[in-house]
């Protein structure tokens, strides 16, 4: 392989580990579960979203922050696998869970405003006993 295709390779190396959160690693708790999350929280975070992973492991998840509170609409945009969407709701209670599949093209949205939204593997949030009512923490709630 010539230099140049090794730097070129190396280059996009480091623009995909840039390009993930830096804030991986961190955790909120649902319903008193703890759950790891990657925080995705600028725009360019929230709008990349979980395109480009394979999946997402028992107990992990990506958690969307944002500085206010409107109402909130997610979609299935290029994600590979299938997952739950959480709301969170402005008392910091889970207000919606909705199943979304690869390939579905409905758009779903929160109950009510909402600064917070947690995607997770589908079925796991159930599996947990986690619900609509149960309270969402987060040691960086701001």
Known sequence: MSPLRILASLA????????????????????????????????????????????????????????????????????AFPIDVLFVGEELTVTAVEPLDPGDARLVSSPGTCRYVVELPQGWAEKQGIAVGDAFEYASNR
């Open 12 to 79: 996009l190396v480091a623009v995909l580990v840039a390009s993930c959160s830096a804030d991986a690693g961190e955790t909120v708790t649902l319903g008193g579960v703890e759950v790891r999350v990657l925080v995705a929280d600028d725009d360019r975070e929230r709008s990349r979203g979980l395109q480009g992973y394979d999946s997402l492991t028992d107990g992990e998840g990506m958690l969307f922050v944002y500085d206010d509170a409107v109402v909130r609409t997610f979609a299935m945009k290029q994600v």
